[in-house]
């Protein structure tokens, strides 16, 4: 485990130095300017697991340093050294972001390895917390089968598309797709094949939406939507031939998809526009159903 320590004055320096190397691997570097090119130059596997930064330094001071490094987003637990009677710096180091401080004044140096540790093991625990709430976070708007968006975050992305549309006087279009034939596949090779048919669907549409732009959800049992942002009628149309394509192409049995696409009017509600969506499907499985050959 290595620690940066950024320390002009070499007996202070060479003194932390001898305090952690029973414990960590050590650098030492003299300035502000010098540590954060160091930084810089490193991969993320490769920084130090905390830093040990002094106040007052050439240049830039350790609050200018701590700045930076709170900017960059290198993620590295940073314990800011200060003079005795400069606490309230120490309390601003915290407040910018700091894990902890200490104090130089009697043999301080004592308790650098401890500090360190503990600021290491908060910064792994505050990282692993984060980790377990961004999974949560995915696990509630996600479909488990299909691994799309579920229908709960599918309105609430409809609504901020919607806004984002307004503000923007942008496009947005939206289509919803239905499996032809479903219901007679499933009955016929069962559950798991109907499983693996949803799951196909679900990578089709994935592998045919922009990645960050678009998103696609399973709307329903064999249902599915997507949300083209910036993207008018007409271009959502070529987006839903190229996923009914693939689908076809699958041969999943006599399993087919219907679309229904519809462009935001900037006057809709939600509800409104999500409803002409589901009146175009409507009748593209009603023209189906006549045997008109209609997307």
Partial sequence: MRVLIIEDNPDHAELARLALEPHFEVC????GEDALRYLEGLAGNDRPAAILLDYSLPGIDGLAVLDRIMENGYDIPVIMVTGQGDESIAVEAMKK???????????YRAVLPAIIYKAVKQHEMAAEKARLALELER????DDLTGLFNRRYFYQKVDEEIVRTKRQNGKLSLILFDLDNFKEYNDTF???????ALKETGRIILSSIRDKVDSGYRYGGDEFAVILPDTDKNQADVVAGRIRELVRKKKLGNVGISAGIVEYDHESSMEDFIKRADDALYETKKLKGRGVNNK
């Fill in 97 to 107: 972001g700091a894990f902890d401080y200490v104090v130089k004044s009697g043999n």
């Fill in 190 to 196: 069962g559950h798991l094949e109907g499983d693996r």
């Fill in 28 to 31: 030492l570097l003299e300035s």
């Fill in 139 to 142: 696990l509630v708007i996600t």
